[in-house]
């Protein structure tokens, strides 16, 4: 009961530092998180979040400028694509969000809009598989996409669920082996891959979303750390840059696996004795952790 108390009282906290950090409104008015920032999609990150919750009423997060609009009620002709009927919309700070899927003849005309206006009505539009609002946040300058919940914590969606793991898995060439609690191997001149699988909860929704942050630690030194915050354009495709210096960055096909599944570090078999820590966290700070050893023998 005591844990209990104190990790409200945790969770509220960070909400609030949250809340003053952060100033834009969330575009809708229910809030139903049912897609985060750098899950997978087939073939590419997705590139924002989605909110569920039927059809609702969208409204500008922000002060900014009408730089592209399509509503196919109004351009029948036009060739329909993936995004559906979508609006554009360019802000002050050098960031521009995007709105997708949205119902049919919902886009009022606006060149200019201000915080809190209407902008449009959430749909099924495009290559969409429900009605939802598909939102992204771009900045322009750093050819890079970020994660709009970063601009948008508030209570609406207070989350004090810590992700869960699955399964932590290894692999010496392609087959994945789960992860005993001890691995033992003969030293070698190349190295034992692991991977993750995690999965986080959204007090918002029943589905389950992608994990926030994924660090590695060897023997307490922080190996591997990977935050969707941002996603930087690279050759014509998005990747997720990790914080520790000499780790490379990933194109989707190199961090997921499968689905569920995350390529997430790679141990030179030298031998010693490592003791290798997971840790996943959500963007509100709850955080699981687990541990295996890893014996490398001579
Ligand atoms: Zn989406």
Redesign the pocket.
Known sequence: MIIHKKHILICSVLIIIAAILTAWRIPVSSVHLT?TFGETRGDHF?N???FGGGSQSIYAPEDGEVIYYYDRARHPFELPFGYGNSIVIAHNNGYRSHY?HLKDGSLPILTHVTNGEFIGTSGNSGHSSGTHL?LTFEDVQHKAVVNPLLFMMTNEYADCIPPAIDGILYALDDTLIPMPETLTLPAADSSVRFYIQARDKHPTSSYNIAVYKYKVEVNGELVQHITFDRLEQQNGDYAIVPKVHGQQAMRMHAFYYDNKTVSIYALNRIPGNYTVTFIVSDLNGNITTTHRTVIIQP
Request: glycine share 14%.
């Open positions: 897609s997705h924002g979040i989605d997708y598909h």
